[in-house]
């Protein structure tokens, strides 16, 4: 079993930049993937961008395509979101999760297996 542990949410202005972290600790595999997920109040969780954690292969919802980078720390078994040009509609609670999957199957919820607690990301007009 792998434990998840978001933090670096806050507040930022429109057109700021944040950086999210996740570290995992427990049983990590170099098999699986970790993706970033949101949920905005009202709304259903949806997918941001995805890990993998062997070779670093990256994949992006279109929504952030350009702005957002994802990238890991193997050593440190610690997964980064950093956000650029952040919108007020990037306004949501931010999750991590360990997955397996690969292109679009990473969308689906169901392909994870472990869940941070999410940490809140608020982006002011």
């Known amino acids: 079993q792998v434990q998840l542990v978001e933090s670096g949410g806050g507040l930022v202005q429109a057109g700021g930049s944040l950086r999210v972290s996740c570290v995992a600790s427990?049983?990590?595999?170099?098999?699986?993937?970790m993706g970033w997920f949101r949920q905005a109040p009202g709304k259903e969780r949806e997918f941001v961008g995805v890990?993998?954690?062997?070779?670093?292969?990256?994949y992006y919802a279109d929504s952030v395509k350009g702005r957002f980078t994802i990238s890991r720390d193997v050593a440190k078994n610690t997964v980064y979101l950093q956000m650029n040009s952040l919108k007020p509609e990037d306004t949501a609670v931010y999750y991590c999760a360990r997955g397996y999957c690969s292109g679009y199957g990473c969308y689906e919820l169901s392909r994870y297996d472990s869940w941070g607690q999410g940490t809140q990301v608020t982006v002011s007009s």
């Open positions: 890990i993998s954690w062997a070779g670093g292969t990256t």
């Open positions: 427990g049983r990590t595999f170099s098999s699986s993937t």
